[in-house]
Nanobody, 122 residues
Framework: QVQLVESGGGLVQAGDSLRLSCAASGRTFSIYAMGWFRQVPGQEREFVATINSSGRSTIYADSVKGRFTISRDNAKNTVSLQMNSLKPEDTAVYYC???????????????WGQGTQVTVSS
């Protein structure tokens, strides 16, 4: 069992940066690949980024590639999402999630946080 708690969301202006963090409970955090997803009301939850258990491999959605960076600290049981050059279309609730095998598919993720709101004004 893994419990995930996101933090760091907020209201920023276009072009600003924001860093999201996700704290995981449990001693098995290092065996899980971690992902970030986002969801706008009325739309499907979409993939943003994922990182494998060691932190050596990452995958990004085309819409955030070059602007967002996912990282993890297995000693601290945390995964982060550094978001730069934010755009109004990045506005969404952001969720972190855990899965045993790195994937972009949200259905394969076993554990989810409660989400944190990111709002980017133009």
């Amino acid at each position: 069992q893994v419990q995930l708690v996101e933090s760091g969301g907020g209201l920023v202006q276009a072009g600003d940066s924001l860093r999201l963090s996700c704290a995981a409970s449990g001693r098995t955090f290092s065996i899980y690949a971690m992902g970030w997803f986002r969801q706008v009301p009325g739309q499907e939850r979409e993939f943003v980024a994922t990182i494998n258990s060691s932190g050596r491999s990452t995958i990004y959605a085309d819409s955030v590639k070059g602007r967002f960076t996912i990282s993890r600290d297995n000693a601290k049981n945390t995964v982060s999402l550094q978001m730069n050059s934010l755009k109004p279309e990045d506005t969404a609730v952001y969720y972190c999630a855990a899965t045993r095998i790195m994937t972009v598919l949200k259905a394969r993720y076993d554990y989810w946080g409660q989400g944190t709101q990111v709002t980017v004004s133009s």
